[in-house]
């Protein structure tokens, strides 16, 4: 079988030519030329390397045509590796022509054709190598931040698209909306890791869980002596993301007056500390997120409609799972593998699979890494490998029961319906029935919500108390474990 490599000799020495085609003919196809017209006249041989004379003229001692077309070669062929041939005494001239490009060179009479052969491979791998290590990293940056973010539908390529365009500017202002439990975090943080601020900090704010007279301070910092507790100055969320990306978690959350001074930090990347006058400015990519009806909040008047139109240059909407079932599988994948180290479960079977993809997910994607952490260990505890339809638990989910109207019922009235009210009640849902589930442990409550911590389950609780204290009275184990007053005292954080 002839060999697969093709190089081209270039040598205006004919015997001398002949003799390095006859030695590498077994290792190599071999095309000829004796001068820099001919050689151009070859490139297009399906070459793999060059073999070079640095002087192509007997005649004249002065000739480097070789470097001259080393140069030509560099420039219109960047990835046909070139090994150089020089005489006795070219030694400088082989080192310049290393500075433009060649992958090595040698001197003739001083190596046999077996070192020849070497040589020449060496090169020709070389370029391999750096060719597939450049393909690598290209993949690897096409990749890096996806890992998180699983799904092959349209609608989350479309997702990706846009994630990669507002990251790659670095400065384009970003709205990330969908349901509780679609991903937002996720996807902000995708942006972070897929541009060029992945070099400086990812710093979240979660603008749900701040004390409302805190914000401030915790968005903007503060002077020393700023307010009564403030002993010393203290930088803030945004002051900390220099470089880097601020996510603005619950946008929908952040009090009007605060509002105002987000907006002409957006408008002039500028902004003063609690308790100073002192500008400061901030070079920082701002995304949001909500699962809120920001236009609903628009016209209640209790969101700033300019801040709106700032925020949202670009927006992301993510879709809920039930949107893009086929993607169910994908999750599931990413989960088991998650999670693997934890259990020997190592798989889940086809009827538990199609279950899945018929279950609505009102949690959306953190309702399934709940679902699926749960039902690995429950199959762990019997000893098998497997997920079955019975460790899934969907029965006593309280979206399944939702879905059938059991655990809650929607009423779509003429006069239409308040649907902060309506989210509210579905959370104080999933909540009552955590509390039921873990048998009222508040400690395994909040993992079963997919919380960071039970406090972030007690501000969520106590916020929407206090917006809607008529709810309270529909869910018991809610009114018990936090409103109570014996207990709740006992309880507090």
């Known amino acids: 079988m002839k060999p697969a490599d093709s190089i081209l000799i270039v040598d205006d020495d004919t015997d001398y030519r002949d003799a390095l085609g006859a030695a590498l003919d077994k290792d190599f196809q071999i095309v000829s030329a004796s001068n820099v017209s ?24 002065s000739n480097q045509d070789g470097l001259l077309l080393l140069q030509n070669l560099k420039k219109t062929h960047p ?68 890992d998180t ?9 479309a997702v990706r698209e846009l994630v990669d365009m507002v990251a790659q500017d670095g400065y384009t202002n970003v709205l990330i909306r969908g349901e509780t439990g679609t991903g937002k975090e996720l996807i902000a943080r995708a942006i972070h890791n897929r541009g060029w601020r992945k070099e400086w900090k990812f710093i979240e704010a979660p603008l749900a869980n701040l004390p409302r007279d805190l914000v401030d301070s915790e968005l903007f910092g503060h002077k020393k002596g ?24 619950e946008i929908g959350d952040l009090p009007p007056e605060i509002q105002v001074k ?14 100073s006058t002192d500008p400061i400015s901030i070079d920082v990519q701002v995304v949001c997120a909500t699962h809120r009806n920001l236009e609903e909040q628009i016209r209640a008047g209790t969101f700033r409609e300019d801040l709106y139109f700032r925020l949202k240059t670009v927006e992301i909407t993510l879709p809920p799972l039930r949107e893009r079932a086929d993607d169910v599988p994908l999750l599931v994948d990413y989960y088991l593998n998650k999670n693997r180290r934890r259990t020997k479960v ?17 949690g959306n994607v953190r309702e399934l890494n709940t679902i699926v952490e749960r039902a690995m260990l429950l199959a762990g505890t019997q000893s098998r490998s497997m997920i079955e339809p019975a460790d899934l638990r969907l029965d006593v989910q ?19 319906v308040d649907l902060d009210r309506e989210l509210a009640r579905v959370e104080f849902a999933y909540v009552n029935e955590a509390l039921r589930s873990t048998e009222g442990k508040k400690t395994e409550a909040y993992r079963v919500l997919g919380l960071n911590d039970r406090y972030a389950l007690h501000r969520r609780v106590k916020r929407i108390g206090a917006e809607y204290p008529d709810l309270i009275e529909e869910f018991p184990l809610v009114k018990k474990l936090y409103f109570e007053k014996k207990l709740f005292s006992s309880d507090s954080v």
């Open 398 to 416: 309280p979206a399944a029961a939702a879905a059938q109207g059991g655990l809650l019922s929607v009423d779509l009235s003429a006069d239409g």
């Open 262 to 275: 987000l907006l002409k930090f957006l408008e002039n990347r500028t902004f003063a500390r609690l308790g």
């Open 346 to 362: 190592i798989g889940i079977s086809r009827p538990a699979i199609e279950q899945l993809m018929k279950y609505p997910f009102p």
């Open 79 to 146: 990835d046909l590796p070139v090994v150089m041939m020089t005489s006795y005494g070219d030694e400088v001239v082989a080192t310049e022509a290393i500075k433009l490009g060649a992958s090595d060179f040698l001197q003739k009479g001083q190596v046999n054709y077996r070192d020849l052969s070497l040589t020449v491979r060496n090169a020709i791998d070389r370029t391999r190598w750096r060719r597939r290590a450049e393909e690598l990293e290209k993949d690897l940056r096409r990749l890096q931040g996806w």
């Open 38 to 61: 001919e050689a151009r006249r070859r490139l297009d041989s399906g070459l793999t390397a060059v073999l070079l004379d640095i002087r192509l003229s007997k005649t004249d001692p």
């Open 149 to 157: 973010i699983v799904g092959d539908q349209a609608n989350m390529h």
């Open 226 to 249: 700023a307010f009564t507790d403030a002993r010393e100055s203290r930088t803030g969320y945004l002051e900390n993301a220099k470089g880097g990306v601020l996510f603005l978690d």
